[in-house]
């Protein structure tokens, strides 16, 4: 039974450019969240899916967008990117009805 | 507002040392739950525990256990006996009910010395 899974692992982009990260959740979970985790901090929330539509939402700007598809996976795309973009970027799946959240091993954003 | 505090930013002990990770948190809701994750050099966040507010009963698991004390706002993880490969970051975290995010500390470095 595989866990969360996140691709790509590492990523470095420019300044100002558009990027997606993916992440497939694990079997039988339905909910997705993404957190954003900068060098240092704790993870910070970013926004939350269920039935492909953003349910919760953390306080990031517009620039930050997301989408769930039917087989539940999801898609973190950030636009305009900025240097304190640069982080580790962490999908969490649920079951809707639980409580506990499982991580997937993040994806490293490095902007420059 | 939610707010968890992990004021130990790093610590190190010998192995088969006790350790103890402490956890303050703050919010206004009256249920409420807690968690423990710890993160290794891999980046993947490891569930290790969930307490939900009006459970106060302490929690062991192997060597590890857990101090929930509600009128002290805290949620302490004690380590004993500790082993190299528990060397990680630990994060604390809260949940309110009905919520969907988790509100994490700025997590604690542990390093065990062989």
């Known amino acids: 039974d595989a866990g969360v899974t996140q691709s790509p692992t590492h990523l470095i982009k420019t300044r100002g450019q558009q990027v997606t990260l993916r992440c497939s959740p694990k079997?039988?979970?339905?909910?997705v969240s993404w957190y954003q985790q900068a060098l240092g901090q704790g993870p910070q929330f970013i926004f939350q899916?269920?039935?492909?539509?953003?349910?919760q939402r953390g306080n990031f700007p517009d620039r930050f967008s997301g989408h769930q598809f039917p087989n539940y996976s999801s898609e973190l795309n950030v636009n305009a990117l900025l240097l304190g973009d640069s982080a580790l970027y962490l999908c969490?799946?649920?079951?809707?009805?639980?409580?506990?959240?499982?991580f997937g091993q993040g994806t490293r954003l490095t902007v420059v | 507002a939610q707010k968890v505090t992990q004021a130990q930013t790093e610590i190190s002990v010998v192995e088969k040392e006790d350790v103890t990770l402490d956890c303050v948190y703050e919010t206004r809701d009256t249920t409420y739950y807690l968690f423990w994750y710890k993160q290794p050099p891999s980046g993947e966040l490891v569930f290790l525990i969930r307490r939900n507010s009006f459970d106060e009963q302490n929690e062991i698991s192997g060597r590890y256990s857990w101090n929930f004390q509600k009128s002290t706002s805290s949620f302490n993880f004690t380590i004993t006996a500790s082993q190299v490969v528990d060397s990680a970051v630990y994060f604390c975290?809260?949940?309110?009910?009905?919520?969907?995010?988790?509100?994490f500390g700025t997590g604690t470095r542990l390093t065990v010395i062989p």
């Open positions: 969490a799946s649920r079951m809707q009805m639980n409580t506990e959240a499982f």
């Open positions: 079997s039988g979970h339905d909910t």
């Open positions: 899916y269920y039935e492909e539509e953003e349910r």
């Open positions: 975290a809260l949940r309110q009910t009905g919520a969907n995010n988790l509100f």
